[in-house]
């Protein structure tokens, strides 16, 4: 007697899976009026990037910064004054993105340069390493007082 057993699910070659880091300014910023901060993302192409996969996000002047709330998304961890890690709490299923953003900073700094790359990763096979590392400049300046960022400068 012969029962049905179901397929298992298919999985995506290791050939066409990716972990992509990209960055970019958000906010506004007209002609120098307004704030824009950097942002980068994570996106998981033919498989899911798992729980415990780590990013590591260099630049001088990273324990400046703050970052936004990431919804629990993950954990950033202050290496040094010039480096930090992202540890997911969570995973980014296939075709997804998620986003870390810079909000603001403790004091004003030159222009600095802020890079995002990948560490290491659990579930996705990632075979193109081209785009392993995006990275964005930012310029804190203090007007009247106030700090102000200037993404991409």
């Known amino acids: 007697m012969a029962t049905a057993v179901p397929l298992a699910a298919a999985s ?15 906010g506004i910023n007209i002609l120098g009026i307004g704030q824009s901060f950097p942002q980068f993302t994570i996106t998981a192409v033919g498989a899911p990037i798992q729980a415990g ?6 630049g001088t002047g990273i324990a400046n910064l703050t970052f936004g709330d990431t ?3 993950g954990v950033l961890n202050i290496l040094s004054s010039d480096s930090a890690i992202f540890t997911l709490n969570q995973a980014i299923p296939a075709g997804s993105s998620a986003t870390l953003q810079v909000t ?5 700094q030159v222009l600095r340069s802020y890079t995002m790359s990948v560490g290491t990763i659990i ?23 106030i700090l102000v960022g200037y993404c991409g400068r």
């Open 12 to 26: 995506v070659p290791p050939a066409q899976q990716n972990v992509i880091v990209t960055s970019s300014c958000y």
């Open 53 to 58: 996969s780590t990013f590591l996000l260099t």
């Open 71 to 73: 919804n629990g998304l």
């Open 123 to 145: 579930g996705n096979a990632n075979t193109n390493h081209a785009d392993d590392a995006a990275s964005q400049t930012l310029l804190g300046v203090s007007l009247f007082g």
């Open 104 to 108: 603001g900073f403790a004091s004003a």
